[in-house]
């Protein structure tokens, strides 16, 4: 991004578009790209100081420039070059005459070496400045600008002693930060623990937990939950487990292309989500995940679409990390055709969402649920959008016994005295949620007459359950006859392809 401004600047580009939160950082880019350029005068513009010359103090000077109608025909009138850092412009670009002073200064700096970059944490372009502005996400600190926030603490606090190991250690887990973000997490991990060690790295993961979840965007999930803890779907866990170690060095090395996601289909309460959870844990990876809903904003246009990429940078930020879609089917239903219910907002997130799946270079792993497929769009099912696609069935005699097993190994020690092969029976036709439902209401009951549940609890309660497999039997054909030709078994190949034949 670095090397791609300062080409903008050194082609003439007359106006660039910075999306940033980080001015301070942003602009000391700015000014070392403006150092070397001859001649290059670097000034910045705020709607409370207007213009001021790079290095000098506030309110020194051009103190009639506060409005940006003033301050861009200032810069016009400049007759050496320079470079003008307008910051948070965008309030004011649904201004006709903002729009106008700006295509003026287009105009008017064709041939010479000034350029207008606008700096925001918002995307706002007119319509009219669309074909002459270029746009350009600012990048979050890398690896080696968060060592040097490192260092600097480390000064402060006099403190050095601090072995390679840990110094790596405390700056992955900070990657993702901002330069301010890293510094109060570095100084609030020395106040709790009066040093800098390798424990503090959870102190800073903890911190970096709170900034994602303040994001409202992105969602930080902890799953204390193995892959164990699933039953069945053994052809899907060892698809995972062969890539457990996918995005390591020695993969790399190996000549193996990082892993892009899996879209897993399935019938609802069949543990899709769960699978997705317990990835995250079995792969060491952070797992985030995306609120499609929360993406949208109807406060701004272009707002919607600064969110998802603001989350999109967050995830590659942290990266290898595991993005989790839940019912992604729900989240871009229709979005291919949206334009007449609320303006193309939902087709431009669905384009930028698949555009950023096919082009990603960073190692995010999407990890995508649906239960509708006749409602995902048939962009997101071509070959090459996802590594693979599982179906996830209703759970066969073997995988419900399993799963009974684990339900009643998670809340008794003395599973023995239950006939598995009874319950299995009973609960033909159930979901892994339906069982575990139909056990908690088995507890309740003896609960509420004082007693330990049984056997006969666990039927009747079974048994006063209608399943979907029979309200929606017409819905769960549908997908299997879907699912039949165009999705990989999840449970053993030919028992789940009897399954679905039946």
Known sequence: MKEELKVLIKAQYPLIYLLTFEEERAERTIATIAKHQPQRRLYTWTVTHGIVEYGQARGSQNSNTVSPEAAIDWAIRQKDAGIYVFKDLHPFMDS????????????????TNKTVILMSPVQEIPVELEKEVVVLDFSMPSMGEL???????????????????????????????????????????????????????????????????????????????????????????????????????????????????????????????????????????????????????????????????????????????????????????????????????????????????????????????????EKLPSEFLRKGRFDEIFFVDLPNEEERKEIFKIHLGKRRRDIERFDFDQLTKVCEGFSGAEIEQGLISAMYEAFAQGREFNQLDIIAAIRATLPLSKTMSEQVTALRDWARQRARPAASSVAEYQRMEF
């Open 96 to 111: 006709p005459a903002v729009t106008r002073c700006l295509r003026d200064a287009i105009a008017s700096f064709k041939g």
């Open 147 to 373: 060592n040097q926030v490192l260092t600097a603490e480390l000064s402060k606090a006099q403190s050095t002693n601090i072995t390679t190991d840990v110094r790596e250690k405390l700056l992955k887990a900070s990657l993702g930060l901002t330069e301010d973000e890293a510094e109060k997490v570095f100084r609030k991990a020395k106040v709790v623990a009066g040093k800098l060690t390798e424990s503090e790295v959870d102190i800073v993961l903890s911190e970096k937990k709170q900034l994602i979840r303040r994001n409202g965007i992105l969602e930080y999930i902890e799953e204390d939950e193995t892959l164990d803890s699933v039953g069945g779907l053994e052809e899907l866990k060892h698809w995972l487990r062969q890539r457990s170690n996918a995005f390591s060095e020695r993969a790399r090395e190996y000549g193996l292309p990082q892993p892009k996601g899996m879209l897993i289909l399935g019938v609802p309460g069949c543990g899709k989500s769960l699978i997705a959870k317990t990835t995250a844990r079995l792969w060491g990876l952070p797992l985030l995940r995306l609120d499609i809903g929360r993406v949208y904003d109807g406060s701004m246009v272009g707002r919607s679409e600064a969110n998802l990429r603001s989350a999109l940078r967050t995830a590659e930020s942290i990266s290898p990390a595991i993005l989790f879609i839940d019912e992604i089917d729900k989240a871009f239903a229709g979005g291919a055709g949206s334009g007449d219910s609320d303006g193309g907002t939902s087709s431009r997130i669905f384009g930028s969402f698949l555009t950023w799946m096919q082009e990603k270079k960073s190692p995010v792993f999407v990890m995508a649920t649906a239960n509708r497929v």
